[in-house]
Structures are given as structure tokens and as C-alpha cells.
């Protein structure tokens, strides 16, 4: 028989009614056996590890080689955020826009009730507290996930400032977001019939849902990553683009470094990259050029508010890596295969007979033997990978080597440059600036990648990724914009300068011509150097473009001819790309900026003025 005695609430003395009260009411939902508090204590993640290693969640790995390392294996069908599950429920669809998944609020919480009734039952129920940002600065927030995944609560401690500093500051009254997970895997049935727990629970119906006006997150069926840590992608993204149109403030989905000169003035940068286009090794850069400095502040997401001075500060709101693992590799990103040397989760990442790990990329020859990530025998003659494409790993930020001595500043740093980066092996000059704040907003709504065969669609087709945001705003995209114009406004002189980059232009053979990596800080150095005011520059349809012998490519062999081709910019093909943006515009109707229509006009002029 099911029981209906409620469950104790178990909360500290210090938790405010209305948190309790929301805490209890979910328990009243979804069931579960027991309630805890996440404290972040030490012994408490002690305790957690060992209860995921009996039952088979978490696999110690070599503790003399990895130690404070374990690896997880996922459900085969829960292994990546799942974008067509993902929804806005705002009040009315238009606020969702053409690019989200809108679901009627009213519908999906009738959803919601019935799917998490008893979703917890033969389950311990966690409360999270947590800072999203260093704990109590003015641009840091608070909120409280609960959720039934031991996996969660280990990456969530991780991820963000979770524990008892946050419930503190909730306590003082500090605005928090709630966030409900569930698994939807619950150990005991309506009538108390148990079944066995699971390395992997999940379910096969997923829902990410994001209630905008109430700023709420809701997410069920789903353990991995941005389905699963809320502090992440639903919030610091979705329902923080929310607080910050409201709020006067930017939640981007960038990364932020630090870059120190020769002569050592230190700028700060900010940048929006789509996925599978080398983020993760932008923020851990190893600049070639001498004298260089670039430490990491963040590797994904940058919120970024006025400061008293007018200028644009940044802070990382994460306090952890999240980060794909195939292709890291000491040739590729030694920074970050060196953070992972201790106290990881690795998730969906081959096991090596001696207990270690392995991905596609990490070595030139893979190891003869392996158990993949499905948990079978794997050699190098297997057809499948040995490890899932978007396996991560979950690190704390503080273990890479590049990580800034200010990155936990909680006033942030000021922004002096914002990159934009599609993957074009056209058109796109490897790096050119914005004639203005309204031609740097042009350019990163209308960013795009060509369609690779790895994703939906035709090849050579542009998959547009305005802002690298595509699956992370909160709201209308054009209302979005608007909103970067209206920062601009406020900001005024004082705004960031805004570049767009492009690392993947080919030649008509398909080569890339540009080598990448630690090279990316050449062009880096010419956008800083335009900040200081040290170099000119020239005008050109897509933006100012560098004079080449401006370009610090000291010790870079490059082809001949390489360079030009590097920053062609043909008229015609612009002329076509101005058509595919007025299209791709049409599709947000009318609400559309006006200075975007009109910076795409000034482009045709400047290319009727070059044809
Ligand atoms: C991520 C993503 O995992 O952007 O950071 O998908
Ligand atoms: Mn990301």
C-alpha cells in the first residue's frame, strides 16, 4: 500500500518558509522516501561517491593514476541535451519566437503534474542550493534545484557554489530560481512494489520545460548534463536571458578570457562560438606568439552587467568545465587533458585495461583494448567509437593551469572585445571588426555554420546560430536583439568592440587555410592591438579587415598566396548572402529591429560600391 504520510522535510534551521513550503509541496507530488539538503561538505560528497559506486553509477577509476576520478555510463538513449524535448511556456507563443519549442503553460503543467506524481516514490529527493557566479556578487544569482539523482548532486557540486553558503544567502533573502528534476525512474509503484535500482535510470519520455514569467525550470526523464544540471543551460542561459532583458544585464553563451600583452596591459574578452567549432580550446588558448599571456575566466557561458564605471563587466557564472572529450588531446588542448588529472567524472568515456581512460583524439594509436562506453569489448577493429562523441568530462575550474587569478572576482572583468565565430569555409575573412555596436549585433544574429553531414540538413546549407544561442534563449530571438541594442545604447562609447572570426576557411581543394589553435591568438593580437589603438585598419563589405603586415605572423609558415585568400571577399557571393539574410530575417516577421534591416542595407551598398 502506498503510504500518505508525508515525508519529513528534514530542512535546516536557517531555510525561509516559502522555500520549505515549495520543498514540501514537491514532495507531496513526487513521493519520495526521504528528503536531504545538500550541505557541500566534504564528508557529504564522501558518502554520495560510495553509495554511486554501489550501485554501479559511478566506476572508480585507477586511484593511483586518477585519483578523485570516476567514470559514469549513460542510458545509450540519454547521452546529449535533447533540443526537440526543450520547451518555453510562456504565455503567449509569439514570446518564445520562431526558434524555440513553445508549449502552452497551462497544458504542460497538467503535463508536468502527472508525469512527476510519484516520480520520486523508493527515492531520496536532493535540495540543492546554489550560486550561479562567485557567492554574493552583485551579478551572481541563487537558486535551488531538487532532483532524485545522486549524479546530479556530484556534477552539480561541481558546476556551481552548491551547499550551505548559498542557502545562507537565500536565507538573508536573496532572490532564488526553482528548478525540479526528476529521473522519472521511481524504485517503488502507486500499490509499493519495488523494482531494482539502475546504474542509469531515466525515462524514455523527456521534458525540459521553462516557465519564462514565473522563471521556473521543470525537467524530467533525463540524467545528462544540460537536461539534468539545471544551474547550466536552463538557467544561466534560458531563464537568465529572461532576467537579464528585464534586469538590463547580457547571459551569453561565451566564453571569457583574460589576455596579458607584451607590455602588460591586460584586456578581456568575450566570445560566442557554436558547438563543435573548438570553444573549450579557445578558453584554455596557448597563444604561439611570443610574449603573450591568455588565461581562462570561463568556458561557456558570461553574464555580463554595467558597472559604475559604464563599462561592461563579465563574470563566469559556472564553477566547473562541462566539456566534450573526444579530441582532447596534448597536441590539441594540453590545458585541459592536464586539469582531468584528478578528481573528474568522466561520463560515456572508454575504460583502459588498467583502469584509465580513453576517447577518439586523446592518442595518435588507440590502445588495443578498451571497454567502451556501452560497457563492452571494444579493439581498434570495432565499428562503433570507443567512446560516445559527446562524452564530457565534469571538472572543477580551478584545477586548469590557465585559469585566471581573477576569475572568482565577483565585480567580474571589463570587456574590451566580443568575438563572434561561425564555421564557413567561405566568404568569412578570418577576422574582421564592426563598423559599430549596431553591425556587431548584424553580425551576431545572423552567424552561421555550413551544414555538415554530421547534422540535419543539406550539405553546404547555412545553419544560422545567432549568437551561439540558437537552443539557449529564453525568449522571442528578435526581441533578443533588440535588447543587445539597447545595451548598446546604454553602454555607449564605452561598449565593447565587436569582431567576428572565422578559423575554418578552406581552399577550393577543402583544406583548411588556417592552422588554428594556439595560432588563433595571431588575429586575437591584431583585435586587441585595434582596441589600444595601434593599428589601422580597412574597409570592406563584411567589416574592417586587418592590412596584412599588421598581422603578427612571426614564425607561421603560411602558403603562398594563403594570407590574401584568407580575407578575399568576393561582391557577388556577399550579394547572394545579403539575399539568404533577408530571408532568414523574414522569418521573424516584424519584430525584426529596425537598425539590423538597416545594416543590411548599408551592406549592399558598400557592395554595389565595391562591385
Ligand atoms: C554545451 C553545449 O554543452 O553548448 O556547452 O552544448
Ligand atoms: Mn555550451
Given at each position: 500500500?502506498?503510504?500518505?504520510?508525508?515525508?519529513?522535510?528534514?530542512?535546516?534551521?536557517?531555510?525561509?518558509?516559502?522555500?520549505?513550503?515549495?520543498?514540501?509541496q514537491?514532495?507531496?507530488?513526487?513521493?519520495?522516501?526521504?528528503?536531504?539538503?545538500?550541505?557541500?561538505?566534504?564528508?557529504?560528497?564522501?558518502?554520495?561517491?560510495?553509495?554511486?559506486?554501489?550501485?554501479?553509477?559511478?566506476?572508480?577509476?585507477?586511484?593511483?593514476?586518477?585519483?578523485?576520478?570516476?567514470?559514469?555510463?549513460?542510458?545509450?538513449?540519454?547521452?546529449?541535451?535533447?533540443?526537440?524535448?526543450?520547451?518555453?511556456?510562456?504565455?503567449?507563443?509569439?514570446?518564445?519566437?520562431?526558434?524555440?519549442?513553445?508549449?502552452?503553460?497551462?497544458?504542460?503543467?497538467?503535463?508536468?503534474?502527472?508525469k512527476?506524481?510519484?516520480?520520486?516514490?523508493?527515492?531520496?529527493?536532493?535540495v540543492?542550493?546554489?550560486?550561479?557566479?562567485?557567492?554574493?556578487?552583485?551579478?551572481?544569482k541563487?537558486?535551488?534545484e531538487?532532483?532524485?539523482?545522486?549524479?546530479?548532486?556530484?556534477?552539480?557540486?561541481?558546476?556551481?557554489?552548491?551547499?550551505?553558503?548559498?542557502?545562507?544567502?537565500i536565507?538573508?533573502?536573496?532572490?532564488?530560481?526553482?528548478?525540479?528534476?526528476?529521473?522519472?525512474?521511481?524504485?517503488?509503484?502507486?500499490?509499493?512494489?519495488?523494482?531494482?535500482?539502475?546504474?542509469?535510470?531515466?525515462?524514455?519520455?523527456?521534458?525540459?520545460?521553462?516557465?519564462?514569467?514565473?522563471?521556473?525550470?521543470?525537467?524530467?526523464?533525463?540524467?545528462?548534463?544540460?537536461?539534468?544540471?539545471?544551474?547550466?543551460?536552463?538557467?544561466?542561459?534560458?531563464?537568465a536571458?529572461?532576467?537579464?532583458?528585464?534586469?538590463?544585464?547580457?547571459?551569453?553563451?561565451?566564453?571569457?578570457?583574460?589576455?596579458?600583452?607584451?607590455?602588460?596591459?591586460?584586456?578581456?574578452?568575450?566570445?560566442?562560438?557554436?558547438?563543435?567549432?573548438?570553444?573549450?580550446?579557445?578558453?584554455?588558448?596557448?597563444?604561439?606568439?611570443?610574449?603573450?599571456?591568455?588565461?581562462?575566466?570561463?568556458?561557456?557561458?558570461?553574464?555580463?552587467?554595467?558597472?559604475?564605471?559604464?563599462?561592461?563587466?563579465?563574470?563566469?557564472?559556472?564553477?566547473?568545465?562541462?566539456?566534450?572529450?573526444?579530441?582532447?588531446?596534448?597536441?590539441?588542448?594540453?590545458?585541459?587533458?592536464?586539469?582531468?588529472?584528478?578528481?573528474?567524472?568522466f561520463?560515456?568515456?572508454a575504460l583502459?585495461?588498467?583502469?584509465?581512460?580513453?576517447?577518439?583524439?586523446?592518442?595518435?594509436?588507440?590502445?588495443?583494448?578498451?571497454?567502451?562506453?556501452?560497457?563492452?569489448?571494444?579493439?581498434?577493429?570495432?565499428?562503433?567509437?570507443?567512446?560516445?562523441?559527446?562524452?564530457?568530462?565534469?571538472?572543477?575550474?580551478?584545477?586548469?593551469e590557465?585559469?585566471?587569478?581573477v576569475?572568482?572576482?565577483p565585480?567580474?572583468?571589463?570587456?574590451?572585445?566580443?568575438?563572434?565565430?561561425?564555421?564557413?569555409?567561405?566568404?568569412v575573412?578570418?577576422i574582421?571588426?564592426?563598423?559599430?555596436?549596431?553591425?556587431?549585433v548584424?553580425?551576431?544574429?545572423?552567424?552561421?555554420?555550413?551544414?555538415?553531414?554530421?547534422?540535419?540538413?543539406?550539405?553546404?546549407?547555412?545553419?544560422?546560430?545567432?549568437?551561439?544561442?540558437?537552443?539557449?534563449?529564453?525568449?522571442?530571438?528578435?526581441?533578443y536583439?533588440?535588447?543587445?541594442?539597447?545595451?548598446?545604447?546604454?553602454?555607449?562609447?564605452?561598449?565593447?568592440?565587436?569582431?567576428?572570426?572565422?578559423?575554418?576557411r578552406?581552399?577550393?581543394?577543402?583544406?583548411?587555410?588556417?592552422?588554428?589553435?594556439?595560432d588563433?591568438?595571431?588575429?586575437?593580437?591584431?583585435?586587441?592591438?585595434?582596441?589600444?589603438?595601434?593599428?589601422?585598419?580597412?574597409d570592406?563589405?563584411?567589416?574592417?579587415?586587418?592590412?596584412?603586415?599588421d598581422?603578427?605572423?612571426?614564425?607561421?609558415?603560411?602558403?603562398?598566396?594563403?594570407?590574401?585568400?584568407?580575407?578575399a571577399?568576393?561582391?557577388?557571393?556577399?550579394?547572394?548572402?545579403?539575399?539568404?539574410?533577408?530571408?532568414?530575417?523574414?522569418?521573424?516577421?516584424?519584430?525584426?529591429?529596425?537598425?539590423l534591416?538597416?545594416?543590411?542595407?548599408?551592406?549592399?551598398?558598400r557592395?554595389?560600391?565595391?562591385?
Open positions: 500500500m502506498a503510504e500518505d504520510t508525508a515525508v519529513a522535510l528534514n530542512a535546516p534551521e536557517n531555510a525561509p518558509e516559502s522555500l520549505k513550503q515549495w520543498v514540501g514537491v514532495a507531496d507530488l513526487t513521493q519520495p522516501d526521504e528528503i536531504y539538503w545538500v550541505t557541500g561538505e566534504p564528508e557529504e560528497k564522501e558518502r554520495l561517491y560510495a553509495q554511486m559506486v554501489e550501485t554501479g553509477t559511478l566506476i572508480p577509476l585507477n586511484q593511483d593514476l586518477r585519483p578523485g576520478c570516476y567514470l559514469a555510463r549513460s542510458a545509450p538513449s540519454d547521452v546529449a541535451r535533447v533540443e526537440a524535448r526543450t520547451f518555453i511556456c510562456s504565455a503567449k507563443e509569439e514570446d518564445a519566437g520562431p526558434t524555440n519549442n513553445w508549449a502552452d503553460p497551462e497544458q504542460m503543467r497538467e503535463t508536468l503534474a502527472e512527476f506524481d510519484g516520480a520520486m516514490r523508493g527515492r531520496t529527493m536532493y540543492i542550493p546554489f550560486s550561479m557566479g562567485p557567492l554574493g556578487g552583485n551579478i551572481s541563487l537558486g535551488i531538487i532532483t532524485d539523482s545522486p549524479y546530479v548532486v556530484a556534477s552539480m557540486l561541481i558546476m556551481t557554489r552548491a551547499g550551505n553558503p548559498a542557502l545562507e544567502l536565507a538573508a533573502g536573496e532572490y532564488w530560481v526553482p528548478a525540479v528534476h526528476s529521473v522519472g525512474y521511481p524504485l517503488t509503484d502507486a500499490e509499493g512494489n519495488r523494482r531494482d535500482e539502475i546504474a542509469w535510470p531515466c525515462n524514455d519520455e523527456k521534458y525540459i520545460t521553462h516557465f519564462p514569467e514565473s522563471r521556473e525550470i521543470w525537467s524530467y526523464g533525463s540524467g545528462y548534463g544540460g537536461n539534468a544540471l539545471l544551474g547550466k543551460k536552463c538557467y544561466a542561459l534560458r531563464i536571458s529572461v532576467l537579464a532583458r528585464d534586469e538590463g544585464w547580457l547571459a551569453e553563451h561565451m566564453l571569457i578570457l583574460r589576455i596579458t600583452s607584451p607590455e602588460g596591459r591586460n584586456f578581456h574578452l568575450t566570445a560566442a562560438f557554436p558547438s563543435a567549432t573548438g570553444k573549450t580550446n579557445l578558453a584554455m588558448l596557448r597563444p604561439t606568439i611570443p610574449g603573450w599571456k591568455v588565461e581562462t575566466i570561463g568556458d561557456d557561458i558570461a553574464w555580463m552587467r554595467p558597472g559604475a564605471d559604464g563599462r561592461l563587466y563579465a563574470i563566469n557564472p559556472e564553477a566547473g568545465f562541462f566539456g566534450v572529450a573526444p579530441g582532447t588531446s596534448e597536441k590539441t588542448n594540453p590545458t585541459a587533458l592536464h586539469a582531468l588529472g584528478h578528481d573528474t567524472i561520463t560515456n568515456v583502459t585495461d588498467d583502469g584509465d581512460i580513453w576517447w577518439e583524439g586523446m592518442t595518435d594509436e588507440p590502445p588495443a583494448h578498451l571497454i567502451d562506453w556501452r560497457g563492452n569489448d571494444w579493439t581498434p577493429e570495432s565499428e562503433t567509437p570507443a567512446a560516445h562523441p559527446n562524452s564530457r568530462f565534469t571538472v572543477a575550474a580551478g584545477q586548469a590557465s585559469i585566471s587569478p576569475w572568482e572576482d565585480a567580474g572583468v571589463p570587456v574590451d572585445v566580443i568575438l563572434f565565430g561561425g564555421r564557413r569555409a567561405t566568404n575573412p578570418l574582421s571588426e564592426s563598423y559599430s555596436w549596431e553591425h556587431g548584424f553580425v551576431g544574429a545572423t552567424v552561421s555554420s555550413e551544414q555538415t553531414a554530421a547534422a540535419e540538413g543539406t550539405v553546404g546549407e547555412l545553419r544560422r546560430d545567432p549568437f551561439a544561442m540558437l537552443p539557449f534563449c529564453g525568449y522571442n530571438m528578435a526581441d536583439w533588440s535588447h543587445w541594442l539597447k545595451m548598446g545604447e546604454e553602454l555607449g562609447d564605452k561598449a565593447p568592440r565587436i569582431f567576428q572570426v572565422n578559423w575554418f578552406k581552399d577550393e581543394d577543402g583544406n583548411f587555410l588556417w592552422p588554428g589553435f594556439g588563433n591568438s595571431r588575429p586575437i593580437e591584431w583585435a586587441l592591438r585595434r582596441v589600444a589603438g595601434q593599428v589601422e585598419a580597412r570592406a563589405i563584411s567589416g574592417r579587415l586587418p592590412n596584412l603586415e598581422l603578427n605572423l612571426e614564425g607561421l609558415e603560411l602558403g603562398e598566396g594563403v594570407l590574401e585568400q584568407l580575407f571577399i568576393d561582391p557577388q557571393a556577399w550579394a547572394k548572402e545579403a539575399d539568404l539574410t533577408e530571408e532568414y530575417f523574414k522569418m521573424f516577421g516584424d519584430k525584426v529591429p529596425e537598425q534591416l538597416q545594416q543590411l542595407s548599408e551592406i549592399r551598398s557592395i554595389s560600391q565595391s562591385a
